[in-house]
């Protein structure tokens, strides 16, 4: 009896916590179907109880080339950061080169350099060499958030694929870079399938690079066209909120799609047998 009354307190707590988290993602959906006459109203409105779908209609007419560009940023950042991290990680792991503890120790510092000063210099970097307002740029600038994390889960995991599948390889014949890619990146589905899809979010929901370095570009990603429906007298929260909801499916359809593999990627190197 003891151990039931128990379960069921936590439980409890546990469903108060998750209601709490959860509130504000209900309150952008209610917001985003409240007409701009309701938005000020005291008390406010729990429900949509007069809907209106015209923050959705300024989506679809307003915000498809800002979600365009925004999937070719996010695309871009995880091919870019798979090409730099999964090369990086493998011969931090397997080929063990002089100085690999001290690279390491590096990219977990770089995790903790602000977005804002790094942004501050790239500024700087692309205003003179002309990259500055376009979406390589900020592809490039995306990526440098996502290598350091991919290149330690990428080593977390490596360093855990048996030495025999390696050896085995060298003993048909392939040298590092095929069995890199003939046996360790095989093996290392999971650990790809999590840093794409860290680095497919960080670059999806970046506003500090966009707005330092994309400004002014003819293609904005989605962040950047939130940001244009606030103004100095007017807000437009109805179709800010929409916008925000419309934005946050591909995230949530990727958590759930890619949940099994992240445990499994985060978790890599963390025991051994």
Same mark, same amino acid.
């Given at each position: 009896?003891?151990?039931?009354?128990?379960?069921?307190?936590?439980?409890?707590?546990?469903?108060?916590?998750?209601?709490?988290?959860?509130?504000?993602?209900?309150?952008?959906?209610?917001?985003?179907?409240?007409?701009?006459?309701?938005?000020?109203?005291?008390?406010?409105?729990?429900?949509?109880?007069?809907?209106?779908?015209?923050?959705?209609?300024?989506?679809?007419?307003?915000?498809?080339?800002?979600?365009?560009?925004?999937?070719?940023?996010?695309?871009? #950042? /995880?091919? @870019?950061?798979?090409?730099?991290? !999964?090369?990086?990680?493998?011969?931090? &792991?397997?080929?063990?080169?002089? %100085? *690999?503890?001290?690279?390491?120790?590096?990219?977990?510092?770089?995790?903790?350099?602000?977005?804002?000063?790094?942004?501050?210099?790239?500024?700087?970097?692309?205003?003179?060499?002309?990259?500055?307002?376009?979406?390589?740029?900020?592809?490039?600038?995306?990526?440098?958030?996502?290598?350091?994390?991919?290149?330690?889960?990428?080593?977390?995991?490596?360093?855990?694929?048996?030495?025999?599948?390696?050896?085995?390889?060298?003993?048909?014949?392939?040298?590092?870079?095929?069995?890199?890619?003939?046996?360790?990146?095989?093996?290392?589905?999971?650990?790809?399938? #999590? /840093?794409? @899809?860290?680095?497919?979010?960080? !670059?999806?929901?970046?506003?500090?690079? &966009?707005?330092?370095?994309?400004? %002014? *570009?003819?293609?904005?990603?989605?962040?950047?066209?939130?940001?244009?429906?606030?103004?100095?007298?007017?807000?437009?929260?109805?179709?800010?909120?929409?916008?925000?909801?419309?934005?946050?499916?591909?995230?949530?359809?990727?958590?759930?799609?890619?949940?099994?593999?992240?445990?499994?990627?985060?978790?890599?190197?963390?025991?051994?047998?």
């Amino acid at each position: 009896m003891t151990q039931t009354r128990r379960t069921w307190w936590r439980t409890g707590l546990g469903v108060v916590f998750t209601a709490l988290m959860l509130f504000p993602v209900y309150w952008m959906i209610n917001v985003s179907f409240t007409r701009d006459q309701d938005m000020r109203k005291s008390p406010p409105y729990w429900f949509p109880v007069h809907g209106t779908l015209e923050g959705y209609r300024a989506v679809l007419e307003q915000q498809g080339p800002y979600l365009a560009t925004s999937l070719v940023v996010g695309l871009g #950042t /995880v091919a @870019l950061t798979l090409v730099i991290a !999964a090369p990086a990680a493998y011969s931090l &792991a397997k080929l063990r080169p002089r %100085g *690999g503890g001290v690279l390491s120790f590096v990219l977990l510092i770089a995790q903790m350099i602000p977005g804002v000063i790094m942004a501050m210099g790239f500024y700087a970097i692309y205003l003179s060499t002309g990259v500055l307002n376009t979406v390589p740029g900020l592809i490039v600038a995306d990526s440098t958030l996502a290598v350091p994390f991919a290149v330690l889960i990428f080593t977390a995991f490596m360093s855990g694929i048996p030495e025999e599948l390696m050896q085995a390889a060298r003993v048909d014949g392939a040298g590092a870079f095929r069995t890199f890619w003939s046996v360790v990146l095989p093996v290392s589905r999971n650990s790809v399938i #999590t /840093v794409s @899809l860290f680095a497919f979010l960080w !670059a999806w929901s970046d506003f500090v690079f &966009a707005s330092t370095l994309d400004q %002014g *570009g003819g293609h904005q990603p989605i962040t950047l066209g939130i940001y244009h429906y606030i103004g100095n007298n007017n807000q437009e929260w109805n179709a800010i909120m929409a916008t925000a909801v419309v934005a946050s499916i591909p995230a949530t359809v990727l958590l759930v799609i890619a949940q099994r593999y992240v445990a499994a990627g985060v978790t890599a190197g963390a025991v051994k047998d």
